[in-house]
Antibody, heavy 121, light 108 residues
Framework: QVQVVYSGTEVKKPGASVKVSCKASGYSFTNYFMHWVRQTPGRGLEWMGVINPSGDTTTYARRLQGRVTLTRDASTSTVFMELSRLTSDDTAVYYC??????????????WGQGTLLTVSS | SYVLTQPPSVSVAPGQTATITCGGNNIGTKSVHWHQRKPGQAPVVVVYDDTDRPSGIPERFSGSNSGNTATLTISKVEAGDEADYYCQVWDSSSDEVVFGGGTKVTVL
């Protein structure tokens, strides 16, 4: 079955950057889009971006454009989300979310417990 | 950018029906998906493509979508259905996923 393992909890200072990873298993990694979604206290679910199965194209949420970068390593079935110029508003649980079906990008399943990022001075 | 509007909260007695709306301009032309998030757990898709239910999701969960409103209906509500529910679409004009603000369902 599909499983993901996230990198650990992060605590960062404002202005810093963070890189979070999500290692997937149990399915053909290169057949599925991978999204990143975050859950912020009091602000619900927020979509951050998506990387396509081949890893050569990405689409980002406009409000995060320029701060978020998605990459992937097919050899280890791992996707990475890097977020720069952190503020306290970035404090959230970050999830990777696999496309619902191969080649499909418009709906996804959110996996695992996510990674908690706390931004505080 | 495309906006999805949900009521912040819905309260329902056990055994009754909960109706959660998701409003958006011509949302009936889009595929709507519903995510359920229970405290401390990852969100789970309960309805996708307006009306389809993933395996393992009870038949009590159903969806519809027409005009400017999509609806998630939970019949015979149980205490375990208490959660936040989010509607979601892909906005092809902006190439973005859009979530509604979420609706907290409280079982009285």
């Amino acid at each position: 079955q599909v499983q993901v393992v996230y990198s650990g909890t992060e605590v960062k200072k404002p202005g810093a950057s963070v890189k979070v990873s999500c290692k997937a298993s149990g399915y053909s990694f290169t057949n599925y889009f991978m999204h990143w979604v975050r859950q912020t206290p009091g602000r619900g679910l927020e979509w951050m971006g998506v990387i396509n199965p081949s890893g050569d194209t990405t689409t980002y949420a406009r409000r995060l454009q320029g701060r978020v970068t998605l990459t992937r390593d097919a050899s280890t079935s791992t996707v990475f989300m890097e977020l720069s110029r952190l503020t306290s508003d970035d404090t959230a649980v970050y999830y990777c979310a696999r496309g619902w079906q191969p080649g499909r990008h418009d709906v996804f399943s959110i996996w695992g417990q996510g990674t908690l990022l706390t931004v505080s001075s | 950018s495309y906006v999805l509007t949900q009521p912040p909260s819905v309260s329902v007695a056990p055994g009754q029906t909960a109706t959660i709306t998701c409003g958006g301009n011509n949302i009936g032309t889009k595929s709507v998906h519903w995510h359920q998030r229970k405290p401390g757990q990852a969100p789970v898709v309960v309805v996708y493509d307006d009306t389809d239910r993933p395996s393992g999701i009870p038949e009590r969960f159903s969806g519809s979508n027409s005009g400017n409103t999509a609806t998630l209906t939970i019949s015979k509500v149980e205490a375990g259905d208490e959660a936040d529910y989010y509607c979601q679409v892909w906005d092809s004009s902006s190439d973005e996923v859009v979530f509604g603000g979420g609706t907290k369902v409280t079982v009285l």
